[in-house]
């Protein structure tokens, strides 16, 4: 039975990742700030931790814990949830400090604490959650655009590196999804340019040629195709999941 870690499970994505895993049968180590919704009903192989990204004692924890309890993990999905939103010329570094370590400092210490194992066996798959931001920045999200393009750095150099181990590292870029962080950043606009939400709504949907949001499983879908067998040839790629809505190729 494989192992799975994923990260910013309590909603959204990283929730639906949870559901999906457990219903292949994985062994899930489920980490996020706060518990997972009692209403859904986890078989016995999920094992959730609760674990505050944003402390850096708590990542030191939990990367020795990996180490000493869980030596056998095949994937890692690191999904951390963005940064506050603003204009870059407003940020101050602080900020910027936080966001790196919430996003690549923690990524760069539980993959270390996971290679190993994934090293031994020939076999492993680690998938970013990050943003199609890494393709075009994304207005008024100056902190984000910045460290979302560290990540996809990051990732790219570790696939150069893991590859002859039979292990992928790739990033999946959310567009506009369903989840908690769409309603916060619809909220804020409004607010910033007093209009009203189902405006700012419409006004994001106008950019996207499928003509609605995306939904969190159909995000989750595509993360757990990168993390079978099936796609052991994918490396180092940015996958936008956003109905075609970023101007790239």
């Known amino acids: 039975m494989k192992t799975v870690i994923i990260t910013g499970t309590s909603s959204g994505i990283g929730l639906e990742l949870v559901k999906i895993f457990d219903s ?9 700030r706060n518990n997972l919704p009692n209403s859904i009903n986890f078989s016995e192989n999920v094992n ?27 994937i890692l999905i690191n999904n951390t949830g963005g940064p506050a939103a603003g204009p870059i010329k407003d940020a101050k570094v602080e900020a910027f400090e936080k966001a790196f370590s919430m996003h690549l400092l923690c990524n760069q210490l539980i993959t270390q604490a996971v290679l190993k194992h994934m090293q031994s066996c020939c076999f492993g798959r680690i998938v970013n959650i990050i943003s199609t931001s890494v393709k075009v920045p994304i207005n008024g999200l100056g902190v984000s655009n910045t460290i979302r393009g ?15 181990h039979g292990i992928t590292v790739n990033n999946v870029l959310p567009g506009f999804t369903n989840t908690n962080r769409l309603t916060s950043l619809i909220s804020k606009k409004a607010s910033d340019q007093n209009q009203t939400e189902e405006a700012i709504a419409q006004q994001m949907l106008a950019s996207v040629p499928a003509q609605r949001f995306g939904e969190a499983q159909e995000v989750a879908n595509a993360i757990a195709f990168l993390c079978s067998p099936a796609a052991g040839y994918i490396n180092g ?7 075609g809505r970023t101007g790239t190729l």
Do not use: Q, R
């Open 150 to 164: 560290a990540v996809a750095s990051w990732s790219k150099t570790m696939a150069n590196e893991l590859g002859e």
């Open 237 to 243: 790629i940015n996958l936008p999941v956003d109905g």
């Open 24 to 32: 292949k049968g994985f062994n899930v180590i489920s980490l996020s």
């Open 48 to 74: 959730h931790i609760k674990f505050d990204i944003t402390k850096d004692s708590n990542i030191k924890s939990l990367v020795d814990t990996l180490k000493i309890e869980y030596k056998e993990i095949h």
